[in-house]
Protein backbone atom coordinates (compact mmCIF):
# COMPACT_ATOMS: atom_id res chain seq x y z
CA UNK A 1 0.00 0.00 0.00
CA UNK A 2 1.93 3.31 -1.17
CA UNK A 3 -1.02 5.67 -0.86
CA UNK A 4 -4.36 6.77 -1.01
CA UNK A 5 -6.34 5.52 -3.76
CA UNK A 6 -9.77 6.69 -5.58
CA UNK A 7 -12.07 4.65 -7.66
CA UNK A 8 -12.90 5.44 -10.28
CA UNK A 9 -10.62 8.60 -11.69
CA UNK A 10 -13.18 9.68 -13.67
CA UNK A 11 -17.20 9.37 -13.61
CA UNK A 12 -19.80 11.06 -16.89
CA UNK A 13 -22.95 10.98 -15.66
CA UNK A 14 -26.25 12.03 -16.67
CA UNK A 15 -28.09 14.90 -14.15
CA UNK A 16 -30.54 12.80 -11.96
CA UNK A 17 -28.29 9.83 -12.00
CA UNK A 18 -26.32 8.55 -8.52
CA UNK A 19 -23.09 8.01 -8.33
CA UNK A 20 -20.51 6.49 -5.40
CA UNK A 21 -17.18 6.57 -5.32
CA UNK A 22 -15.05 4.38 -3.19
CA UNK A 23 -11.71 5.82 -1.03
CA UNK A 24 -8.93 3.33 0.36
CA UNK A 25 -6.91 5.07 2.95
CA UNK A 26 -3.44 3.98 3.89
CA UNK A 27 -4.02 1.06 5.73
CA UNK A 28 -3.19 2.29 9.60
CA UNK A 29 -4.81 5.85 9.21
CA UNK A 30 -7.61 5.90 10.85
CA UNK A 31 -9.23 9.43 9.72
CA UNK A 32 -10.64 9.50 6.73
CA UNK A 33 -11.59 12.71 4.87
CA UNK A 34 -13.60 13.86 2.06
CA UNK A 35 -13.35 16.80 0.20
CA UNK A 36 -14.72 18.59 -2.91
CA UNK A 37 -12.50 21.07 -5.12
CA UNK A 38 -14.36 22.71 -8.04
CA UNK A 39 -11.76 24.70 -10.86
CA UNK A 40 -9.86 27.46 -9.50
CA UNK A 41 -10.70 27.00 -5.85
CA UNK A 42 -9.36 24.74 -2.94
CA UNK A 43 -10.71 21.82 -1.64
CA UNK A 44 -13.51 22.03 0.34
CA UNK A 45 -14.04 19.83 3.69
CA UNK A 46 -17.12 18.13 3.21
CA UNK A 47 -16.94 15.38 6.48
CA UNK A 48 -14.30 12.76 7.96
CA UNK A 49 -14.48 9.16 10.06
CA UNK A 50 -12.45 8.63 12.79
CA UNK A 51 -12.37 4.60 12.20
CA UNK A 52 -16.18 3.85 10.98
CA UNK A 53 -17.52 6.65 12.81
CA UNK A 54 -18.49 9.58 11.35
CA UNK A 55 -17.44 12.97 13.45
CA UNK A 56 -18.72 15.58 11.50
CA UNK A 57 -21.28 15.71 8.66
CA UNK A 58 -22.55 18.95 9.06
CA UNK A 59 -20.45 20.18 6.26
CA UNK A 60 -22.35 18.06 3.33
CA UNK A 61 -23.21 20.25 0.72
CA UNK A 62 -26.66 18.61 0.90
CA UNK A 63 -29.13 15.73 2.06
CA UNK A 64 -28.35 14.32 -1.56
CA UNK A 65 -24.18 13.42 -0.34
CA UNK A 66 -23.98 10.88 2.05
CA UNK A 67 -20.74 9.39 3.18
CA UNK A 68 -19.94 6.03 4.98
CA UNK A 69 -17.01 3.95 6.64
CA UNK A 70 -18.47 0.97 7.91
CA UNK A 71 -15.47 -1.02 8.59
CA UNK A 72 -13.42 1.60 9.30
CA UNK A 73 -11.49 1.06 6.46
CA UNK A 74 -12.71 2.16 3.02
CA UNK A 75 -15.04 4.69 2.37
CA UNK A 76 -17.66 5.47 -0.24
CA UNK A 77 -19.45 8.74 -0.92
CA UNK A 78 -23.12 8.45 -2.79
CA UNK A 79 -24.57 11.67 -4.16
CA UNK A 80 -27.96 11.12 -5.24
CA UNK A 81 -30.04 12.87 -8.13
CA UNK A 82 -27.13 14.21 -8.78
CA UNK A 83 -27.09 18.20 -10.37
CA UNK A 84 -24.80 19.70 -12.96
CA UNK A 85 -23.51 21.88 -9.99
CA UNK A 86 -22.44 18.66 -8.50
CA UNK A 87 -19.20 18.77 -11.39
CA UNK A 88 -16.12 18.86 -9.74
CA UNK A 89 -13.43 16.54 -8.05
CA UNK A 90 -14.03 14.38 -5.41
CA UNK A 91 -10.29 14.60 -2.80
CA UNK A 92 -9.95 11.50 -0.09
CA UNK A 93 -7.53 11.98 2.21
CA UNK A 94 -6.76 10.13 5.19
CA UNK A 95 -4.21 10.89 8.46
CA UNK A 96 -2.76 8.80 11.42
CA UNK A 97 -4.21 11.44 14.20
CA UNK A 98 -6.30 14.48 14.20
CA UNK A 99 -2.98 17.05 13.55
CA UNK A 100 -0.46 14.72 11.46
CA UNK A 101 -0.23 15.30 7.63
CA UNK A 102 -3.41 14.85 5.49
CA UNK A 103 -2.24 12.31 2.70
CA UNK A 104 -4.38 12.76 -0.82
CA UNK A 105 -5.57 10.79 -3.11
CA UNK A 106 -5.47 11.14 -6.55
CA UNK A 107 -9.35 12.27 -7.08
CA UNK A 108 -12.37 11.28 -8.70
CA UNK A 109 -13.24 13.92 -11.48
CA UNK A 110 -17.18 14.03 -11.61
CA UNK A 111 -18.87 15.47 -14.65
CA UNK A 112 -22.85 15.71 -14.76
CA UNK A 113 -23.90 16.44 -18.08
CA UNK B 1 -15.62 30.76 11.21
CA UNK B 2 -11.85 30.15 9.80
CA UNK B 3 -11.16 31.56 6.93
CA UNK B 4 -7.83 31.23 4.82
CA UNK B 5 -7.24 34.61 1.77
CA UNK B 6 -4.11 34.16 -0.37
CA UNK B 7 -4.08 37.41 -2.45
CA UNK B 8 -2.11 36.15 -4.99
CA UNK B 9 -3.86 34.19 -7.67
CA UNK B 10 -0.53 33.56 -9.55
CA UNK B 11 2.81 34.04 -9.44
CA UNK B 12 6.03 34.03 -11.91
CA UNK B 13 9.63 33.15 -10.19
CA UNK B 14 12.95 32.83 -12.62
CA UNK B 15 14.64 29.27 -12.29
CA UNK B 16 16.98 29.80 -9.11
CA UNK B 17 15.56 32.61 -7.62
CA UNK B 18 13.11 33.30 -4.72
CA UNK B 19 9.66 33.25 -4.71
CA UNK B 20 7.29 34.15 -1.66
CA UNK B 21 3.77 33.41 -1.66
CA UNK B 22 1.39 34.98 0.77
CA UNK B 23 -1.09 33.46 3.06
CA UNK B 24 -3.26 34.95 6.15
CA UNK B 25 -6.12 33.65 8.41
CA UNK B 26 -8.87 34.81 10.24
CA UNK B 27 -9.34 32.41 13.49
CA UNK B 28 -10.35 32.91 17.36
CA UNK B 29 -8.29 29.81 18.24
CA UNK B 30 -5.03 29.97 19.90
CA UNK B 31 -4.33 26.02 18.78
CA UNK B 32 -4.07 25.14 15.40
CA UNK B 33 -1.72 24.11 12.37
CA UNK B 34 -0.60 25.48 9.26
CA UNK B 35 0.04 23.43 5.84
CA UNK B 36 1.20 24.81 2.61
CA UNK B 37 0.59 21.20 -0.26
CA UNK B 38 1.35 22.06 -3.85
CA UNK B 39 -1.03 20.46 -6.27
CA UNK B 40 0.85 19.73 -9.64
CA UNK B 41 -1.13 19.75 -12.76
CA UNK B 42 -3.32 16.51 -12.99
CA UNK B 43 -1.33 15.17 -9.80
CA UNK B 44 -2.00 14.62 -6.60
CA UNK B 45 -1.60 17.17 -3.40
CA UNK B 46 1.15 16.72 -1.56
CA UNK B 47 2.62 18.52 1.81
CA UNK B 48 5.25 21.09 1.44
CA UNK B 49 5.33 22.15 4.80
CA UNK B 50 3.79 22.47 8.09
CA UNK B 51 3.92 24.54 11.46
CA UNK B 52 2.54 24.61 14.70
CA UNK B 53 0.40 27.29 16.53
CA UNK B 54 2.51 27.08 19.41
CA UNK B 55 5.86 26.90 17.55
CA UNK B 56 7.58 30.50 17.71
CA UNK B 57 10.37 29.12 15.43
CA UNK B 58 9.50 28.93 11.79
CA UNK B 59 9.40 25.21 10.08
CA UNK B 60 11.94 25.02 7.05
CA UNK B 61 12.27 21.94 4.85
CA UNK B 62 15.23 22.10 2.74
CA UNK B 63 14.49 24.86 -0.20
CA UNK B 64 11.20 25.78 1.62
CA UNK B 65 10.65 27.98 4.81
CA UNK B 66 7.68 29.74 6.37
CA UNK B 67 7.49 33.66 8.05
CA UNK B 68 4.98 32.49 10.70
CA UNK B 69 3.57 35.47 12.62
CA UNK B 70 0.51 34.92 14.80
CA UNK B 71 -0.38 38.11 16.12
CA UNK B 72 -0.57 38.95 12.14
CA UNK B 73 -2.14 36.13 11.37
CA UNK B 74 0.10 35.57 8.22
CA UNK B 75 1.63 32.42 7.38
CA UNK B 76 3.83 33.00 4.05
CA UNK B 77 5.61 30.50 2.18
CA UNK B 78 9.62 30.98 0.88
CA UNK B 79 10.85 28.99 -2.01
CA UNK B 80 14.48 29.33 -2.70
CA UNK B 81 16.27 28.38 -5.50
CA UNK B 82 13.21 28.01 -7.73
CA UNK B 83 13.21 24.59 -10.03
CA UNK B 84 11.06 23.97 -12.95
CA UNK B 85 9.45 20.55 -10.84
CA UNK B 86 8.69 23.24 -8.04
CA UNK B 87 5.70 24.64 -10.68
CA UNK B 88 1.92 23.96 -9.43
CA UNK B 89 -1.00 25.53 -7.33
CA UNK B 90 0.46 26.00 -3.70
CA UNK B 91 -2.49 25.79 -1.20
CA UNK B 92 -2.37 27.28 2.18
CA UNK B 93 -4.55 25.11 4.72
CA UNK B 94 -5.53 25.63 8.56
CA UNK B 95 -6.40 23.33 10.92
CA UNK B 96 -7.95 22.98 14.01
CA UNK B 97 -11.64 20.78 14.16
CA UNK B 98 -10.99 21.09 10.30
CA UNK B 99 -9.21 21.70 7.27
CA UNK B 100 -9.61 25.22 5.18
CA UNK B 101 -8.11 25.60 2.32
CA UNK B 102 -7.63 29.13 0.33
CA UNK B 103 -8.05 29.81 -3.10
CA UNK B 104 -4.82 29.01 -4.11
CA UNK B 105 -1.69 30.17 -6.13
CA UNK B 106 -0.86 28.90 -9.28
CA UNK B 107 3.26 29.50 -9.14
CA UNK B 108 4.95 29.22 -13.14
CA UNK B 109 8.72 29.15 -12.87
CA UNK B 110 10.41 30.05 -16.02
CA UNK B 111 13.93 28.38 -17.28
Known amino acids: DTGVSQNPRHKITKRGQNVTFRCDPISEHNRLYWYRQTLGQGPEFLTY????????KSRLLSDRFSAERPKGSFSTLEIQRTEQGDSAMYLCASSLVVYNEQFFGPGTRLTVL | AQTVTQSQPEMSVQEAETVTLSCTYDTSESDYYLFWYKQPPSRQMILVIRQEAYKQQNATENRFSVNFQKAAKSFSLKISDSQLGDAAMYFCAYRSYDMRFGAGTRLTVKP
Open chain 1, 49 to 56: FQNEAQLE
